[in-house]
């Protein structure tokens, strides 16, 4: 038992049945104080390359993402998609009398998720002319991007789930940003996935 123990302890590569084994011996303190340094240090050079392959990784992700030539959107493309989301809104939230509703509650398994472009879905939560505001849930996929737009009006985001990078910003979880009206925003696009809480004003769809 000795000698696999030691084999085991090698910084080699392991099959997962092996290194299982290698694990009980340890546990079990089954190994010698040097066999048991020498398992310790496999495990320490193990964990060194996937830190490292990770990092490449991501560093080709992001050279990915940052690569893609970014894409003019046609025009009004922006209108049409928030209309579809305004539709969808008026059909499955309510009438507009729910506006007037003191208290309105979404189950999370209520609503429906509208497709603004590839790998982009919007779900609305509220359209309330009243205010002239629209709130919504934004969820991207990894890899996806939302192209260069126009803000006719006040729009806010906040993060609540990943990452999403705003013409070389990155908004982490929590994060927030607000756009005056009349005002550019840069391609959108999220490596690892995200999810968005916006409201925007309603006359910007």
Excluded at 2 to 25: C, G, I, K, Y
Excluded at 29 to 48: D, I, M
Aim: proline content about 6%; some cysteine.
């Amino acid at each position: 038992m000795s000698d696999q123990a030691h084999n085991h302890a090698r910084p080699t590569p392991m099959s997962d049945e092996a290194f299982a084994e290698a694990v009980a011996l340890f546990v079990a303190g089954a190994l010698s104080p040097e066999e048991q340094r020498a398992f310790e240090q496999s495990l320490l050079v193990a964990l060194f390359h996937q830190r490292r392959q990770l990092s490449r990784d991501a560093a080709v992700l992001d050279a990915l993402a940052t690569a893609t030539p970014a894409l003019t959107p046609p025009p009004g493309i922006k209108s049409a998609l928030m209309a579809r989301v305004h539709a969808d809104a008026q059909a499955r939230i309510g009438s507009p009398s729910d506006e007037q509703t003191p208290f309105l509650t979404l189950r999370t398994d209520a609503g429906h998720w509208t497709d603004l472009a590839p790998g982009v879905q919007a779900r609305t939560l509220l359209d309330d002319r009243s205010i002239n505001r629209v709130t919504m849930l934004i969820r991207m996929e990894p890899g996806a991007d939302y192209p260069d737009h126009h803000h006719d009006g006040l729009e806010e985001c906040y993060v609540i789930e990943g990452s999403l990078n705003i013409a070389g910003t990155v908004l982490a979880k929590g994060d927030y940003q607000r756009c005056l009206p009349h005002t550019d925003h840069g391609r959108s696009f999220s490596t690892t996935g995200c999810l968005l809480l916006i409201t925007i004003a309603r006359q910007a769809a």
